[in-house]
């Protein structure tokens, strides 16, 4: 099998605190896998590894079967893995399309563009084909995202992140303080993205839409990960059983 993403034996220090102690993941193309673990369990410290916020002290990092090396987000970006954080990480006083194209802005082409001029059509049109692709509903393409719902605004960082994913999309806490019905259309979304063909690894507390939305669950309980079950094949008991160690101490 050849990953989308997999790390081997990821270890990470905070000078004396052991926060990874050879940590394994994986990631298959075209799946969602669940990450999940109590506070503490070392979730937080393994994504900002695999996205490329912080380096390991020790471990392996390998696409596709070939080992890499992030120094940086950008550097994961451009291995084609993407991450939707909680906070979003939009600009509250930008727009749909100007947040969707932050950093990656699309210049006019001849003279125009070596002075700076944007090419503000094609990445409205660029906006409007991600969020078609998804089924992503945008109120407005010119408004603030600052003043649209928390639905919105999910559906314009997923969107975001998708266009660009080739490889891998995280998703951190993504239904986190949403509604009911915006809860529903976010995992709609997820599903359409695995749909591409893209790995996800949905990171959530949240049992019940870990067991809706994946295929696979991991689970990290200080520093390692511990399980891997086919999601098909476990249940609410066995997942905080192994979550909170219960699960080792019945078989004892």
């Known amino acids: 099998m050849t990953y989308a993403l997999e790390a081997k034996g990821i270890v ?49 990092i390998l696409i596709e079967g070939k080992a890499v090396h992030f120094n940086s987000p950008s550097d994961s970006r451009n291995f084609g893995i993407e991450t939707v954080f909680q906070d979003l990480a939009l600009c509250p006083h930008l727009n749909a399309v100007q ?18 001029f944007l090419d503000h059509e094609v990445m409205r049109q660029g906006s409007e084909d991600a969020f078609r692709d998804l089924g992503a509903t945008v109120r ?18 997923v969107a975001r992140s998708a266009a660009w994913a080739t490889k891998v999309l995280f998703f951190d806490e993504p239904t986190a303080a949403l509604g009911v019905v915006q809860k529903k259309n976010v995992l709609n979304l997820v599903r359409r993205v695995r ?3 893209i790995g996800i690894v949905f990171i959530s507390h949240s049992m019940p839409e870990v067991l809706e939305i994946s295929d696979r669950v991991q689970v990290m309980r200080r520093g390692l990960t511990i399980a891997d079950y086919k999601t098909s094949e476990t249940n609410l008991e066995e997942l905080v059983g192994a979550m909170t160690g219960r699960l080792d101490e019945a078989s004892k």
């Open 12 to 60: 990470r220090r905070y000078g004396h605190v052991e926060a990874l102690r050879g940590c394994n993941f994986n990631v298959k193309p075209g799946e969602v896998t669940a990450l999940i673990g109590d506070n503490g369990a070392g979730k937080s410290t393994l994504v900002r590894i695999l996205s490329g916020a912080e380096q390991p002290d020790e471990g392996e």
């Open 99 to 116: 947040n969707m194209y932050l950093g990656r802005e699309v210049p006019r082409k001849g003279i125009l563009g070596k002075l700076g």
């Open 140 to 157: 407005s393409l010119t408004a603030s995202t600052g003043s649209m719902s928390g639905g919105q605004r999910q559906s314009i960082a």
């Open 195 to 197: 749909d591409k063909g």
